[in-house]
């Protein structure tokens, strides 16, 4: 024996409020059993929208663009209501469903800026149905204004161009998701290709879609790609600052890894943390903003250079001592054999003097 309808309905209706159907005794508050809709990072949107949209069509939005549907019978919708069975009331052979497809002017609107126009699903004609969830109507609840004055509350118009509206005697229902129309109590709708002009009679839709970044494609830019355009970004203010950490392990704050090659690790070792750079640190200034800089010991391999003008000065404080052979340019009394010497005074003291002088400059 299949299961009622009202059962079914049931289940629906739990399921979607976040409940488990275990008991037809059981209210929607007393089951104790959680549930939900699946879903998956490709069909859930990646960015909010934008709360109140113009109501311009086909000029995309940030992430949304309001658009023309047309609307295509299903075959296998077509069947006649039974009156009496309290589910319809009428009686015509026709359609009770629509597929909704993307005008087929979608691509060539001059209005249309979007720059994703042309490429599916985002092409005319192309059904919503079949887009995997990645062409989708932005669901109303998404804007905070109420009512109907809320700018994603999808529009059905009839093949005379009248406005349907949600209460119309017809008993329409859109599932945006899916991009299915259901009409429960349909008018004769004639011909595909060519319907009965009526004002009951469903021909387009105008809605918005939405055209932003899904969560997929969001923690992809974010964790890498393997086009190399990864990047992660973020912005904060004074009044809501950034705040983060990361660990990756007792002795590795953060590490940067290719081929196996540490390229750079902040690590700590022994109650000291360490920063290191497999390579060259390139900058164009170096700069250690403090009143005393303390150095163990400095080590340069190869012939140096400090200065580049006869006008530096180089200030030395403490001893100054010379290892190896030094030689002095531009010297002014080139006559003397020695730099500087100590001479002694009658009195026993000794000083230090100095028999030549550095051009541009003193030593």
């Not at 129309?181 to 290709?193: A, H, K, R, S």
């Not at 530096?312 to 001592?321: I, M, R």
């Amino acid at each position: 024996m299949a299961q009622t309808n009202d059962i079914l309905t049931e289940i629906a209706v739990k399921r979607l409020s976040g409940k488990a159907q275990s008991s037809t005794k059981l209210s929607l508050a007393q089951e104790s059993f959680g549930s939900t809709v699946q879903s998956t990072a490709k069909t859930v949107f990646g960015e909010s929208v934008v709360n109140e949209p113009s109501d311009t069509f086909f000029a995309n939005q940030t992430n949304v663009q309001k658009v023309v549907f047309e609307l295509e019978p299903i075959t296998d919708s077509k069947y006649t209501n039974v009156p009496s069975d309290g589910d319809g009331e009428t009686a015509v052979f026709t359609f009770h469903a629509y597929a909704l497809k993307l005008t087929g002017s979608y691509n060539t609107e001059s209005a249309n800026n979007y720059s994703g126009k042309g490429v599916i699903p985002y092409s005319s004609s192309f059904f919503v149905s079949g887009s995997g969830g990645r062409l989708q109507i932005v669901p109303e609840f998404m804007s905070s204004i109420p009512g109907a004055s809320n700018p994603y509350v999808p529009v059905l118009k009839s093949t005379s161009g009248a406005t349907i509206s949600s209460t119309d005697a017809i008993d329409w229902y859109l599932d945006a998701y899916s991009g299915i129309l259901f009409v429960q109590d349909p008018l004769d709708y004639g011909t595909p290709g060519s319907p009965n002009v009526g004002a009951q009679i469903p021909n387009k839709i105008e809605a918005f879609i939405y055209t932003g970044q899904f969560v997929d494609q969001r923690l992809d830019a974010s964790g890498g790609s393997s086009a190399g355009g990864a990047h992660f970004l973020a912005t904060g203010s004074a009044a809501s600052p950034i705040s983060a950490s990361l660990n990756v392990g007792t002795d590795d704050i953060f590490k940067i890894t290719s081929a196996s090659i540490d390229l750079i690790s902040l690590s700590t070792t022994g109650g000291e943390t360490n920063f290191q750079i497999n390579g060259n640190l390139v900058a164009t200034q170096y700069i250690v903003s403090s009143s005393v800089s303390h150095y163990t010991q400095s080590f340069s391999s190869g012939s140096t250079i400090f200065g580049d003008t006869l006008d530096d000065t180089h200030l030395f404080t403490g001893s100054l001592f010379f290892t190896g052979s030094q030689t002095y340019a531009t010297m002014s009394g080139t006559s003397y054999n020695e730099i500087a010497y100590v001479t002694q005074s009658a009195d026993g003291r000794s000083g230090l003097r100095f028999s030549h002088v550095i051009d541009g400059g003193s030593f």
